[in-house]
């Protein structure tokens, strides 16, 4: 039994970050059902590309909604709200991932549903929150990055600012929700009551700059761009040169920069006072990158990933096809086939979660709309009915 094939989940929900959190719990066995408008084309995120199934439907789309359902439903119309509120009376959650001002317009908050479901739980995901100045304000992963000092702290020194490559805040936000959830399902469990919970990308990506904050909050250290996306206090902890590449070495504990001496055959360097703790280290940077880019330079990265292996922290820098066609993540269920009933075989990152003795599912990402009839006849609504409810543009 996945843990979590008791929780139904209603997500009001589109592109990236809500996706991103409902995906988990999808994942780990929770009915979650997608409303979606029927009459713009439903999630926005159905439409992005670039790279498409051969069946039209977008790879970005089935990335962020394996294993959930859809139903379609126009939330601004009264008569929806009356099937929203049959369908709250039977679930756990509301999720909304809408700006901060539309979760209250369409009635999606505890006070509107409470009545309904006291049990409840209603969980927002938003830009900057559901009140303050900003509430009505839209905002995306990139901006929230620059704004709280992510560019600042990317890149080259003396080069242009530079984002991440991909977008954590989106990602992390909606592992922030998958949480509020679960933390608000358990109180609602034990008691009866539902609650509000809300997350944003503002101060989700503001929370992650965590230990650079305490820094400077406490002491004024304004952190700063380092070459070779060095730590700013743990030497060795940066990109270094090879025969032929780059390669990455991380070592963290003081155990490890005498390992990495023995390694290199550079044994007399563990007994130099210059290096012999992270404080010293970090005072001579640029000479021990140096000495290990020469070092480092009299083997390929492939010869010292093999010789570092499990004794030294290292990585080698990949491209994103060397890293999905990685062994360790090709020969390890670390990617999930699906089976699409118009498309054939396509493949997906596995959630990361590993549960034992229960399998994932792998549901592709459900067609505009797939469950409305059969979520609305749970719910008791007869064929006429919906039909009604289709003629009349709310499903």
């Known amino acids: 039994m996945l843990p979590l094939e008791s929780l139904r989940v209603i997500a009001v929900e589109q592109y990236g970050a809500g996706p991103f959190g409902t995906l988990f719990l999808a994942d780990l066995g929770a009915e979650v059902i997608k409303i979606e408008n029927p009459h713009d084309g439903g999630d926005m995120a159905r439409s992005v590309g670039p790279d498409y199934l051969d069946n039209g439907e977008s790879l970005f789309f089935h990335a962020f909604n394996r294993n959930k359902k859809s139903v379609t439903l126009d939330l601004s119309k009264d008569t929806a709200q009356e099937v929203l509120h049959d369908l709250v009376a039977r679930s756990d959650v509301l999720c909304s991932n809408l700006r901060g001002d539309v979760p209250g317009k369409l009635g999606l908050t505890y006070e509107h549903l409470k009545e309904h479901n006291p049990a409840i739980v209603c969980a927002h995901l938003s830009a900057y929150g559901r009140t303050g100045a900003r509430a009505d304000w839209p905002g995306y992963d990139y901006l929230m990055q620059a704004e709280v000092g992510y560019l600042s702290l990317t890149g080259e020194p003396g080069g242009p600012p530079g984002r991440f490559g991909l977008s954590v805040v989106d990602f992390m936000t909606g592992l922030a929700l998958a949480y509020a959830v679960l933390a608000g399902v358990t109180a609602a469990r034990a008691s009866g009551i539902g609650q509000e919970l809300d997350v944003s990308l503002f101060d989700v990506a503001l929370s992650n700059t965590n230990y650079l904050a305490a820094w400077y909050l406490n002491t004024g250290r304004q952190p700063t761009r380092l070459p070779r996306s060095a730590h700013p206090s743990l030497v ?3 990109l270094y040169k090879t025969k032929d590449d780059w390669i990455f070495l991380m070592c963290n504990k003081e155990k490890f920069w005498p390992l990495l001496c023995d390694v290199l055959g550079k ?16 005072v001579h940077r640029d000479l021990i990158t140096d000495l290990l880019d020469e070092a480092l330079s009299a083997g390929t990265s492939v010869e010292w990933l093999d ?9 080698p820098v990949n491209s994103i096809d060397q890293a999905l066609e990685n062994p360790f993540v090709t020969e390890t269920g670390r990617l999930q086939t699906l089976e699409h009933p118009q498309h ?15 399998e994932t599912p792998a549901v592709p990402a459900p067609v505009l709309g797939e469950h409305t009839d059969a979520i609305l006849a749970e719910l008791g609504y007869s064929p006429e009915r919906i039909e009604a409810l289709r003629a009349a543009g709310i499903v």
């Open 236 to 238: 060795p902890c940066q």
């Open 267 to 282: 044994t007399e360097w563990k007994c130099d006072s210059r290096f012999s703790t992270f404080k010293e280290r970090l």
């Open 344 to 358: 054939g075989a396509y493949r997906l990152i596995a959630n990361p979660i590993r549960t034992a003795g229960a």
């Open 307 to 315: 010789r570092f292996a499990g004794t030294v922290p290292a990585a």
